[in-house]
């Protein structure tokens, strides 16, 4: 539970960087790798709301720059600093870029990315 408790206090440390004027939902995520480096995001709004970036997709866009390791943990916290699930697109993001085994924090406990996307598409059914 200690990789837990210091992605919590990560992202706890940047939720108010977050941009969300029209939800008023902001939300930030991190992770740990398996080298021991934490990676985090913010939610950024927009005006279109299609245009809008995830938590956890700032996350691993800020993951891939820094030529991270594979993703061990991951919690996304919302304003009161509660963990909150990925939404099904960042489930799938998530499925593309991290191990299904990702342990992820939960308001009932951990559980892996398997668990919240089963039976995931994903690049091996673009297979020929």
Not at 27 to 41: E, K, Q
Not at 95 to 118: D, F, K, M, Q, R
Request: hydrophobic share 45%; proline share 6%; net charge negative.
């Amino acid at each position: 539970m200690q990789a837990f408790e210091q992605l919590h206090a990560a992202a706890s440390k940047i939720l108010s960087r977050a941009y969300a004027p029209y939800s008023n939902h902001p939300v930030a995520a991190a992770a740990l790798d398996a080298a021991g480096t934490i990676h985090t995001g913010i939610n950024i709004e927009n005006a279109s709301f299609g245009l809008t970036q995830c938590a956890e997709g700032s996350m691993i866009a800020a993951w891939r720059l820094a030529a991270g390791e594979p993703l061990t943990h991951l919690v996304c916290l919302n304003q009161g600093g509660d963990y909150i699930t990925p939404c099904g697109r960042c489930r799938q993001v998530l499925y593309e870029h991290a191990a299904p085994t990702l342990s992820i924090a939960t308001a009932n406990g951990p559980v892996t990315l398997a668990v919240l996307l089963p039976a995931a598409f994903g690049p091996h059914n673009l297979q020929d």
